[in-house]
Nanobody, 124 residues
């Protein structure tokens, strides 16, 4: 049984940082692309970042480029999303999901396994 679990969300002031984790069981994340998605109340889900399988490159949505960074720790079977200079518009529930590649990361339409999400609140 495949399970993805996100953690690391919380309350942060504008300009602050958080690191989200996506830990997996039943699947080896190294072999998959892992996308990060967010959804704010009343808005559609949007892909913000994706790290390719193995040592694949990362891609980022324009809204987070230069502020967010993805990385892997294969020994821990975990993927991270480092979020810096957070803005109020970054506030959302963040989820991770897996696919064979990052081609569809902006919409998430091909991503198969999903976590439940972790809440990120950006407020002073």
């Amino acid at each position: 049984q495949v399970q993805l679990v996100e953690s690391g969300g919380g309350l942060v002031q504008p300009g602050g940082s958080l690191r989200l984790s996506c830990s997996a069981s039943g699947i080896t994340l190294e072999y998959y692309a892992v996308g990060w998605f967010r959804q704010a109340p009343g808005k559609e889900r949007e892909g913000v970042a994706c790290i390719g399988p193995y040592d694949g490159a990362s891609v980022y949505a324009d809204s987070v480029k230069g502020r967010f960074t993805t990385s892997r720790d294969n020994a821990k079977n975990t993927v991270y999303l480092e979020m810096n200079n957070l803005k109020p518009e970054d506030m959302a529930t963040y989820s991770c999901a897996t696919d064979w590649g990052c081609t569809y990361y902006l919409t998430g339409e091909k991503f198969k396994y999903w976590g439940q999400g972790t809440q990120v609140t950006v407020s002073s």
